[in-house]
C-alpha cells in the first residue's frame, strides 16, 4: 500500500507496509511518518538501526526520512536516502519520483528526467508523473540550450563633471 502525501503544493510519495510492532516501536514509527522535521529524522533513524527491519518495510523508513529532508530542504540527504530505499525495494515507482524530486530542486534535471521515467515505467502514468516528466523534461531542454551570445557592455558613461572646481570656479 502507497501513502500518498501533500506537502507544500507538492507530491510526495511514502510507501507503508502492514506493520506488526510493539507498542513500544508504535510512537517511533508515528512519528517518523509525520515527516516533520529533526524529529521525524531522529524517528526514523531509530527505526532504520534498531528494529532489525529488512527489505520493503526497511525501505520504507529510509523513503519516509528521505522525504522529510527533502521537506527540510536537505536534498543531498534526501537522495542518499532515496538511494538506499532504491537498493532495498527497486520495484517501488514512488521512491524514483521521490528522488526525481530532489534532484530537480538541486538542478540536476537529467537525473530527475530519468527517475520519473523509471517511476512511470514501474507504476504507470500516476495522475502526477505525466506532468512531472513534462516539467522536467523542459527544465532539461532549457539546461541543455546553449546560452544566448554575449550582449556588447553598455556604453561607458562620460567622466563626472568637476563643475569648474578645478580652475578655481573660472570656467576654464
Not at 507530491?11 to 510512537?27: E, K, N, Q, T, W
Not at 544566448?148 to 570656479?169: V, Y
Amino acid at each position: 500500500m502507497k501513502r500518498h502525501v501533500m506537502i507544500l503544493g507538492w507530491v510526495l510519495l511514502v510507501p507503508l507496509m502492514g506493520f506488526s510492532i510493539s507498542p513500544a516501536h508504535a510512537s517511533d514509527q508515528s512519528v517518523c511518518y509525520q515527516l516533520s522535521g529533526r524529529q521525524s529524522v531522529d524517528a526514523c533513524t531509530r527505526v532504520i538501526e534498531t528494529w532489525g527491519w529488512s527489505g520493503a518495510n526497511l525501505s520504507s523508513a529510509y523513503t519516509a526520512r528521505g522525504v522529510t529532508y527533502h521537506v527540510m530542504g536537505r536534498y543531498r540527504k534526501a537522495i542518499r536516502d532515496f538511494n538506499k530505499a532504491i537498493q532495498l525495494d527497486p520495484g517501488d515507482g514512488a521512491i524514483y519520483y521521490n528522488r526525481a524530486r530532489s534532484n530537480e530542486d538541486l538542478g540536476r534535471y537529467r537525473r530527475a528526467l530519468s527517475d520519473v521515467q523509471k517511476a512511470i515505467a514501474l507504476d504507470g502514468p500516476v495522475s502526477y508523473y505525466p506532468s512531472a516528466l513534462e516539467r522536467i523534461r523542459g527544465l532539461a531542454a532549457q539546461q541543455a540550450a546553449p546560452a544566448p551570445a554575449a550582449t556588447a557592455p553598455p556604453p561607458a558613461k562620460p567622466p563626472l563633471s568637476s563643475g569648474g572646481a578645478s580652475c578655481g570656479g573660472k570656467g576654464c
